[in-house]
């Protein structure tokens, strides 16, 4: 038997849940460094810098500087780009979830709790497509680090999924970033598959490989 319930988000719960997804988004900086200096063409950049600096100043420790300061440079963007999207969320549904999910209709927002704390949060919202299909997007899905590997990821991915059988949507979407390495392997388990892959329209955070999948679940292979 589980040791946490899932229920419906509560105006108590705020500042919590912010800080939960606040928290779920900033703490991949780490990944995303790692995955850009994996990156053959971010070395040659440093690489180009490193020699540079040295053909410019002769001395091999002003070069070592200037490589250094490459990859400070990319550490400080890759910040600047998860804050940013952060904000921007706390700004829009965030800021006001009781109106944007519990009151809007084909919405809904929910968080798992146990023993009276808030122990991870999701959300569904329609997903407008070109296609005119509409399904629903599965969003905002965090669970703190301490309460992984107990199921209430999955488990809020289910609720999720009933939630559009019961509300008669035929397919679920979703959004996530690949750095977000275990939430990828999630999906994946659940049935959703890779539909999509973009880059934001951003030079820089192509070039850091900052690939964005879209998943997709059919609801129909359940009915």
Not at 49 to 54: I, K, Q, R, S
Not at 84 to 111: E, H, P
Not at 181 to 204: A, C, H, M, N, Q
Request: glycine residues 4%.
């Amino acid at each position: 038997m589980s040791d946490y319930n899932i229920r419906l988000y509560k105006d108590s719960d705020y500042d919590t849940v912010r800080d939960i997804f606040a928290r779920g988004i900033t703490e991949h900086w780490p990944m995303a460094l790692y995955h850009t200096l994996s990156l053959p063409r971010v070395w040659l950049l440093i690489l180009v810098v490193f020699l540079l600096a040295l053909v410019t100043t002769g001395s091999s420790i002003a070069s070592c500087i200037a490589a250094i300061t490459v990859i400070l440079a990319l550490f400080l963007w890759i910040r600047y780009i998860l804050f940013t999207y952060v904000s921007q969320c706390l700004a829009t549904d965030m800021l006001d979830i009781r109106k944007n999910y519990l009151q809007r209709d084909g919405c809904c927002f929910w968080v798992a709790e146990s023993a009276g704390e808030v122990v991870g949060i999701v959300a569904a919202a329609p997903y407008l497509s070109p296609g005119g299909q509409n399904p629903v997007e599965l969003k905002r899905l965090s669970v703190p680090k301490k309460h992984r590997c107990k199921g209430i990821a999955k488990a809020l991915c289910m609720t999720v999924i009933d939630f559009a059988q019961k509300s008669d949507y035929k397919t679920i979407v979703l959004e996530t970033s690949v750095f977000h390495v275990d939430s990828v392997r999630l999906y994946k388990r659940l049935g959703f598959r890779i539909t999509k892959t973009y880059y934001p329209e951003d030079y820089f955070t192509k070039f850091m490989d900052f690939v964005e999948i879209v998943f997709q679940y059919e609801l129909s292979k359940l009915r």
